[in-house]
C-alpha cells in the first residue's frame, strides 16, 4: 500500500472512531474546474464544499424531476391534430379558425 492510501486509511480510521456507525465515503473530485467551481459555491453560499455539492446535486435532481414531470402532463394532453403552422392557415393566408 502506498503512502497516500495509508494516510487515507489513518484518516479513516479516525473518522469512525470519532463517528460510529456513521458511514465513510469519499467523494474524489480530480477535475480542477470542478473542484473550483465547488469551492467557489461553497464561498458563495458560506459553507463547506461538502455541503455546496451537496446543495447543488439536490437543486439539479430537483429540476430534472419538475422537467419530467411537465413532460408528462405534456403527454398526458389531448393533442390538436395540428402537425405544422400550415394547418393553421388557409391557402389564403387567413387564419382557419
Known sequence: ?????????????ILETAYPGVAIMGLFIRDDTVRELAERLAEARHTTVTEAVRWAL?????????IRESWAR?????????TSDHDLYDDDGNPAL
Open 1 to 13: 500500500m502506498s503512502l497516500c492510501c495509508d494516510r487515507l486509511g489513518d484518516s479513516i480510521s
Open 58 to 66: 439536490e437543486r439539479e435532481l430537483e429540476r430534472e424531476s419538475r
Open 74 to 82: 405534456l403527454d398526458a394532453m389531448p393533442r390538436s391534430g395540428i
